[in-house]
Nanobody
Framework: QVQLVESGGGLVQAGGSLRLSCVAV????????MGWFRQAPGKGREFVAR????????YYGDSVKGRFTISRDNFKNTAYLQMSSLKPEDTAVYYC?????????????????WGQGAQVTVSA
């Protein structure tokens, strides 16, 4: 079992930056790929980014490429999502997820563990 706790959400103006953190409690953190999804009001959960256990492979959704960066610190059991050049359409609840298989983190229905979510609001 893995428990995930996000932090770092908030309100920011368009063009600004935020960093989300996701602390994992439980089994060996480095054995899990980590991912971020987001869900805007009235929409489905959208893939944002994922990273493998060693932090050497990353993937991004098309809407965030070049603006968001996923990373992890296995000594701190923490994954991060650095968000820059934020746009109002980035407004959503952001969820971190963990799964032993990085490919499963491309699909929210296949990801094993979830955090509680962090609200990110970008004003125009």
């Amino acid at each position: 079992q893995v428990q995930l706790v996000e932090s770092g959400g908030g309100l920011v103006q368009a063009g600004g930056s935020l960093r989300l953190s996701c602390v994992a409690v439980g089994r060996t953190f480095s054995r899990y790929a980590m991912g971020w999804f987001r869900q805007a009001p009235g929409k489905g959960r959208e893939f944002v980014a994922r990273i493998n256990g060693r932090g050497s492979i990353t993937y991004y959704g098309d809407s965030v490429k070049g603006r968001f960066t996923i990373s992890r610190d296995n000594f701190k059991n923490t994954a991060y999502l650095q968000m820059s050049s934020l746009k109002p359409e980035d407004t959503a609840v952001y969820y971190c997820a963990a799964d032993p298989v990085i490919g499963d983190l491309a699909d929210p229905t296949r990801s094993d563990y979830w955090g509680q979510g962090a609200q990110v609001t970008v004003s125009a």
